[in-house]
């Protein structure tokens, strides 16, 4: 597969922080893909079942989702961009992080330090001494960037991610039977995620048996298939949170939830935030570090 014919990409913010060491340890997935560059100092990512450690120099891009905390934080400078893009999320071999070769690294550096620096009429910065933040999406009501600093950011993101995409290139071939027959699953859910569905519907899309169908589906992605529907509608929801104003009872209806007060409950059982608060904190373009993880 031709992962750049299909990537799709729109960045949440890009921004550059010195002497951060306020990480909360708590395990959290995140509705979009995270991009760090270690200048100095360091700090882990622990995952379920492994720990990812990143010092001086390290280039890491983060899956979407998939709940980790931070560990082991020293005062640390670093890089970072946050993204969406719906196609790496739904690639079955991206579900850890992707470490950068060193020499991949040093060559991002300078592009971070770019795009970070890039000029443009009301580019947001917290003005905090240790932080250099900059919102660049477009928020629901506000005017769309330029195009050629959208331009520019696009290309320089592009380069910035190209060591990550070759490496989840070569992945997607390689990945065993059990993953490959689920794109299909995976877009069906997206495409009907405002109905109920059955587990039914999704393992005769495949020809398996509903057995074959959950014991593959589960090994693939590591939780079984309604627990899967469960959290897919929730990524919807906070993706309509992050980047529309709809009213919360809508966005309900949009991911199947006909009762608006039991989306709550459900949304803030796994979020453990009720949606009202997630949104206000990721269109909130306030000091990152009063907002749980903002970073």
């Not at 893909?33 to 010092?55: A, I, N, T």
């Not at 991002?108 to 947001?124: H, I, N, R, S, T």
Request: hydrophobic share 35%; charged share 25%.
């Amino acid at each position: 597969m031709d992962i750049l014919e299909h990537l799709d990409f729109s960045v949440v913010s890009i921004g550059h922080v010195r002497s951060h060491s306020r990480w909360r340890t708590r395990f959290q997935g995140y509705p979009y893909h995270r991009l760090y560059y270690v200048e100095r100092g360091s700090f882990s990512l622990q995952y379920l079942d492994c720990k990812y450690h990143l010092g001086p120099g390290s280039y890491c891009l983060i899956p979407a989702y998939y709940p980790f905390g931070y560990t082991d934080v020293e005062e640390n400078d670093h890089y970072y961009l946050h993204f969406n893009s719906s196609f790496l999320m739904d690639l079955p071999g991206f579900q850890k992080p992707v470490i950068a070769s060193p020499e991949q690294a040093a060559e991002a550096y300078p592009l971070f330090q770019e795009l970070c620096e890039m000029p443009y009429e009301g580019k947001v910065n917290t003005g905090r001494e240790f932080h250099d933040f900059y919102l660049i999406q477009t928020l629901p009501g506000e005017p769309n960037l330029p195009f050629q600093i959208r331009l520019n950011y696009r290309i320089g993101i592009l380069a910035l991610l190209a060591p990550f995409l070759e490496v989840l290139e070569k992945q997607n071939e390689e990945i065993p039977k059990n993953g490959k027959p689920f794109s299909k699953v995976l877009k069906y859910i997206d495409e009907n995620i405002h109905r109920d569905i059955e587990v039914r519907e999704l393992y005769q899309l495949t020809g398996m048996r509903q057995a074959e169908f959950s014991a593959a589906f589960r090994k693939a992605f590591s939780i079984p298939p309604k627990q899967f529907i469960c959290t897919r509608r929730l990524d919807h929801a906070m993706i309509l949170l992050q980047e529309t104003n709809l009213p919360i009872a809508e966005i309900a209806r949009r991911i199947g939830y006909q009762d608006e007060y039991f989306f709550y409950r459900i949304f803030k059982k796994y979020k453990h935030v009720s949606p009202g608060i997630w949104r206000q904190t990721f269109q909130d373009p306030g000091p990152p570090e009063e907002k749980d993880d903002r970073l």
